[in-house]
T-cell receptor
Framework: ETGVTQSPTHLIKTRGQQVTLRCSSQ?????VSWYQQALGQGPQFIFQ???????GRGNFPPRFSGLQFPNYSSELNVNALELDDSALYLC???????????FGQGTRLTVV | RKEVEQDPGPFNVPEGATVAFNCTYSNSASQSFFWYRQDCRKEPKLLMS???SGNEDGRFTAQLNRASQYISLLIRDSKLSDSATYLC????????????FGTGTRLAVRP
């Protein structure tokens, strides 16, 4: 196991609603990244947090936002959900000094 | 053009076969290279990092050609348990070490 945990594992939401996904990073890891993986695609980078600051963002609209807490856990918030937001949302953690990242089991979000 | 390109497959091989996957990347500033393995409806798991000198881990061998911006993964003596999707991944310090994934190559090993 990677030590990265995400909650919830599955979620069904209605279009227009808001959702918060959570991630606990591996012990000793201070960098957390979020990825969206649509069916049949590779994961796409949403954003990254280091020491509670966002330090990188992919091509996602502002309704995708996040937070990192002092214990390095993180949240991903998505407002005004759209059907196309249905995907597997993955959190990855790593230490600043290391390039290898380890993933949580993901949250499968379905928007209906 | 996608930043990381892979043949999606599927590659359908018998047990014991040798199979090779290739991947090309477009960002010449890429500095770190990986192969991840992803089982159906699960998270990606790091299979191996890829180094310029090439590296081997048991039945798995990875190669990197920086000049051609090309990465490969060779699996020898395929096992049924190797059936999965193999994701080619690159990252660059200039991009904050974000991981850029290919779409993955599906491997199915048959008895």
């Amino acid at each position: 196991e990677t030590g990265v945990t995400q909650s919830p594992t599955h979620l069904i939401k209605t279009r227009g609603q808001q959702v918060t996904l959570r991630c606990s990073s591996q012990s000793g890891h201070n960098t957390v990244s979020w990825y969206q993986q649509a069916l049949g695609q590779g994961p796409q980078f949403i954003f990254q947090y280091y020491r509670e600051e966002e330090n990188g963002r992919g091509n996602f609209p502002p309704r995708f936002s996040g937070l990192q807490f002092p214990n390095y856990s993180s949240e991903l918030n998505v407002n005004a959900l759209e059907l196309d937001d249905s995907a597997l949302y993955l959190c990855a953690s790593k230490s600043r000094a290391n390039t290898e990242a380890f993933f949580g089991q993901g949250t499968r979000l379905t928007v209906v | 053009r996608k930043e990381v390109e892979q043949d999606p497959g599927p590659f359908n091989v018998p047990e014991g076969a040798t199979v090779a996957f290739n991947c090309t990347y477009s960002n010449s500033a890429s500095q770190s290279f990986f192969w991840y393995r992803q089982d159906c409806r699960k998270e990606p798991k790091l299979l191996m990092s890829v180094y310029s000198s090439g590296n081997e881990d048991g039945r798995f061998t990875a190669q990197l050609n920086r000049a051609s911006q090309y990465i490969s993964l060779l699996i020898r003596d395929s096992k049924l348990s190797d059936s999965a999707t193999y994701l080619c991944v690159v990252s660059a310090k200039s991009s904050g070490d974000k991981l850029t994934f290919g779409t993955g190559t599906r491997l199915a090993v048959r008895p």
